[in-house]
């Protein structure tokens, strides 16, 4: 019969007791313990679990859309009465055009029938180009030429704008349609070759009435309005 010598009775000992120590820090399977973690279908269950809470995530920004929303017609409720034609048609050009505001738009318009007018007068084209769509712009070069042929000068002096109003308001498209009156003063009259005035009095101020259309399509990174219809109001 063979003995145990003393080390091997020493590394018995310990490992019956490195044994013990790990039995009760682990314990035993009772068939009640959790399933270990799974990142994957823990996720899936707490988005299934709470479907209240993503409702609510989602209407939140809905709701504060429609009131930002309801905020920037109020300028244009200002400008117009809310359910009238003018309303509805400048509403439809602030959803495709958010940087739309009114009285900014009439600021605008005001300087540019003013360049417009005095560039007509100088015959100064490549002004008129850039304001004027191609068929305003082709109108207004065919009476310069015209008048050039003729040898006939305008002298024009801008006094300033009286009034100048929104009146009409329209989407064609994805193009946005903005009718102004404009009520202006002016000191304009023609002369000839000769210097002898045919038409207008170089010194009398005279009140003009005009009706123009601007427009500009909503879709192009161009932010700038172009002249697309002019009308003399009698």
């Not at 279908?41 to 930002?68: C, F, H, I, M, Y």
């Not at 310069?144 to 009409?168: L, M, P, Y």
């Amino acid at each position: 019969m063979e003995f145990f010598d003393l080390g091997t009775i020493i590394f018995l000992v310990a490992a019956v007791v490195i044994f013990i120590q790990l039995r009760n820090v682990l314990g035993r399977r009772t068939g009640n313990e959790r399933p270990p973690f799974d990142p994957y279908t823990a996720g899936r269950s707490r988005r299934e679990a709470e479907p209240a809470a993503q409702d609510n995530v989602v209407s939140l920004p809905r709701r504060k859309a429609t009131e930002s929303s309801e905020e920037s017609y109020a300028s244009i409720d200002k400008a117009a009465a809310p359910g009238t034609d003018l309303n509805k048609g400048m509403r439809a050009i602030k959803d495709a055009d958010h940087t739309f505001e009114p009285a900014t738009f009439v600021d605008g318009a005001k300087m540019a029938y003013e360049m417009i007018v005095m560039a007509y007068a100088d015959g100064d084209r490549k002004t008129l180009k850039n304001l004027l769509s191609r068929e305003v712009y082709d109108g207004f070069v065919q009476a310069i030429a015209e008048r050039e042929q003729r040898n006939e000068k305008i002298q024009s002096s801008f006094v300033g704008i009286d009034k100048a109003e929104i009146v009409g308001a329209e989407m064609k498209g994805s193009e946005a349609h903005v009718t102004l009156r404009i009520v202006s003063e002016l000191i304009s009259a023609t002369r000839n070759n000769a210097g002898e005035v045919i038409d207008g009095d170089p010194e009398t101020v005279a009140e003009v009435k005009d009706v123009w259309t601007f427009a500009r399509d909503t879709k192009s990174r161009d932010p700038n309005w172009k002249l697309v219809a002019t009308e003399a109001e009698d």
